[in-house]
């Protein structure tokens, strides 16, 4: 029997994939707009604990064996790997449109139309995004970045209030001042709350199950061919002379002051160490790096040029017989081991290695690498070991003994601005090391020394700054006196600063605040207006579009009411869907997309004169977390109909009922 002809069995069997979503999706509500609320979820087993303020940490760090939460887990680890944010939207809209394609089924709709009509509705909605999409240049030149920097003191002349903090020797005089960080206020009204897990249970990072076979859910880094046609290269993101980089920068924050003001220092001294004026501006995102640093308060992160790691305290001691030393480095592709082998290496089968030599000595192939790895080194005087992979913990300890200072874990970005700023050439092993692929020029500087206090211990370590003459590298200091905060700041950051590459990047953003998604609505309630005015001959082959598209507009309303209640601006959902029906009336004759009419204001709590009043979202950052919010949804439709009907491959694709994604 056809799926088409068997609508009623379908309805009278539940949709328990979609039901999973609508649950799932519920847990992030609390994350959108300006005052995310801090989440605690906690293992009722081993009593361990995280704090969460985000959608991707949160789905991170829960145990999601269902098929239908990893699909939706790697749905949010593919919009989080591209671009850092949205993926707060995302988690929202596909509870809401789940919520829409179950009621579309209880209401008999067959799920051929439902895939339609919805499609249609998404459409819509892009094409409105493209039309309401505006230039950078345009976006208010306030120029509040100055004053908002100025705000507090400089980072260095900052009391430490007794804090066991000592700073050590000065900064190289290739290092720029180190930028302070504004007064923080778009945590000000944070809640932290204890959430439970319910049936879904908690995961340690290191157990998460991943999901092999999601081709369609793991997509590469390029947009689809239907994102904006004015998005610029990454490497032309040079600001123009139109455009105010510190109001866009700002404009596109979302509160997150205090780290796009981070954002902003960076920018600063990226366009210094590539000779630019005050008057040219460049922004690079790949040059940007991270050094979570607890123990401190939060006012005293910075940014500095340089790549800033932290170490223990025997790494340290290294650094200080080395400073104030040009030396040269090596930089390393893949782990620093003797059992490293380059992706796509394949052991050949079948051979044996025979010799007639007894092993008298009993030296391991192991103990011979590493004696091997470390003559390559002394005999090129190299003092700088940077491993994009693990190192070997028998060289490291070798290495120590002789001064080579080796880092792991260093990201290939960073191996790419030290080749070009040392000469250095990136190699796969050591025993690839010549004269040729060692570069010159690399400083160390002890930055500052910290004592930490566990729960149980007092550790100590060391923050080094790595530095070379031409690099273009900077990095950002975040601290926090509250160890589970760290990881949220670090985020935030990383949100800034990928919502200013991508508009630069667009050189479009839309204005924000539940604009968008308000034009949204007014556009779809026109299409259903429309569509009762239709002939019903016209309408013998879509009998069903109207119904879809108010549920798709019911969950937009849903979105924007959250939005204003997370904001503050409103106190409950009947206010906001007053305020919403109210503004609806009002944009029927003014359709601008400059005007924000809901009045949401995502940088509450600063004064007026320092903080732009506009909010701005990025362009392909809304459409391409809506794609994949409602691609999700008609999978899970889909499969979930398949499982409860029944599928014959023939008569269902003669019969167009399943839409193949």
Known sequence: MSYTENTSGTNNRRHVGLEQLVTLAATAHTFLGPCKRYKFIKDD??????????????????????????????????????????????????G??????????????????????????????????????????????????QK???????????????????????VSELQPNVMPLAQPTCQGNSKVLCKQTGTQGIKAARSKIKLTHSRHFTSNETTESEGPTTQRPVSQLNISENTDLDSLAFAVSHGCNEAMDLVLQASR???????LGQSHRTFDVSKLVT??????????????????????AEQASIVSRLKDQRMHIVLLNGDLSDKYRHLGFNNPAGIRHVTDKRDVHGVSREHEWVNSALATLLKYDVSVVLVNGVASEQLTDHCWRHDVLVIERVKPAVLRDFARATGAVPVSYITQVNERCVGAGVRLQVWREYRHSGRRTESSSTAVSVLAEQTALVTAVITSSVHGKLQSLEDQFWACAHHLHQALKDGRVLPGGGLVELHCIHELQKRIDNSGNRDKDEWQGEPYVGKVLQLMMDGLVDYVSTLLCNGTQVSSKVDAWTQINKRLKDLKGDSSPYVNILGLNLNEGASSDTICESVYDNVTVKMEAWRRALDLVFLVLQTDSEIITGFDAKEDFESHSFMVL
């Open 45 to 94: 087993t081993s009593g361990d604990s995280v704090m969460v303020c985000s959608s991707f940490r949160l789905l991170e760090n829960l145990d999601l064996t269902c098929s239908v939460g990893q699909l939706l887990s790697e749905t949010v680890l593919a919009q989080q790997k591209v671009f850092h944010s949205g993926t707060g939207p995302l988690l929202f809209l596909v």
């Open 269 to 275: 001294i990226q366009s210094r160490m590539n000779g």
């Open 148 to 170: 908002w920097s100025a705000l507090k003191p400089h980072a260095e002349d900052l009391p430490f209030n007794g804090h066991p903090f000592t700073e050590s020797c000065p």
């Open 291 to 312: 050094c979570p640093l607890p123990g401190l308060p939060e006012d005293h992160a910075c940014v500095m040029s340089g790549y800033v790691v932290l170490m223990s």
């Open 96 to 145: 809401a449109w789940s919520r829409a394609a179950l009621e579309c089924l209880h209401q008999g709709i067959a799920v051929r139309h439902i895939l339609s009509a919805m499609s249609e509705g998404l459409d819509t909605c892009l094409q409105v995004c493209r039309a309401r999409a505006v230039p950078v240049e345009d976006v208010p030149h306030l120029g509040v970045a």
